[in-house]
Structures are given as structure tokens and as C-alpha cells.
């Protein structure tokens, strides 16, 4: 825990800024959001630009065919300051590897800690275990 798919187009990234996207992403989570250090998990999909579909313009950000989607899964109970301060810190991250902060979109999916298996079908957070607090 936490899941990160980080969705973008065809073409618009090199893959040491894919990699430097994955990392500062990384760094926010376990610097602002209580991640362990050993818990990463990420997912970069570059999918054609004509299937990548957005509003240019939603809510006053002037958005590029280099529009970075970020979606995050992680257990449920942060607060809204954590979340703000999480995104703050995803787009001065990721600004280092060129990302426009108007390209940038963000969702944090919150599930509850027993919606997880890391491994062997195995319940990771039993509600009652003392690590169930991640």
C-alpha cells in the first residue's frame, strides 16, 4: 500500500522522466503521506495520445498533450492537510522532471486496509493486526 498508476501519452516522456516521475511520486508518499520506506508499488502506462481524454481547460488550468495523469490507492484515513500537502508535494516533484503543474492531475483512492493482498491471496491488514494501521 500504497498503488500508483500514473497514466500518460505515447511520446511526451523519456524514460529516464518516466523514471524520475515514479520516484518523486515515491518521495512525496513516504515524505508527506507516512509510507514506508520498503512499500513501493507503481504502474507507468503510456497509452496513444487518442486515447488519452481530457477537458484542456477544467476549472482554469491550461492542460498539453503532455497531461500526466496520477491515481493513487492507499488506505483510508488521511487528512485533508496530509492530501493537500501530498499533492503539493507530487507537483514540485515532479516539476524536476518536467511536468507542468497545469499537467498534472491527481486522485487519491482511499479503500479500507482489509481491501488488500500482496501476496498468496493473503488478507495483508487483518483488521486486528498491529499492522493494519499503514
Do not use: H
Not at 24 to 48: C, H, K, M, S, W
Not at 82 to 89: C, D, F, S, T
Request: aromatic share 10%; hydrophobic share 40%; net charge negative.
Amino acid at each position: 500500500m500504497p498503488l500508483v498508476y500514473v497514466t500518460l501519452a505515447q511520446g511526451t516522456t523519456s524514460p529516464d522522466q518516466r523514471a524520475q516521475i515514479g520516484d518523486g511520486i515515491y518521495r512525496a508518499l513516504t515524505e508527506v503521506a507516512n509510507v514506508p520506506t520498503d512499500d513501493r508499488f507503481q504502474v507507468i502506462n503510456e497509452i496513444a495520445s487518442g486515447n488519452l481524454i481530457y477537458s484542456p481547460d477544467y476549472l482554469g488550468y491550461d492542460r498539453s498533450p503532455s497531461v500526466v495523469f496520477v491515481q493513487i490507492f492507499f488506505n483510508a484515513g488521511r487528512s485533508v492537510d496530509v492530501k493537500q500537502a501530498l499533492y503539493a508535494r507530487i507537483a514540485e516533484n515532479l516539476a524536476a522532471a518536467g511536468v507542468r503543474g497545469d499537467d498534472l492531475v491527481i486522485n487519491v483512492v482511499e479503500v479500507p486496509k482489509e481491501n488488500w493482498s500482496f501476496g498468496r491471496g493473503d488478507l495483508s491488514y487483518p483488521p486486528d493486526s498491529p499492522s493494519s494501521t499503514r
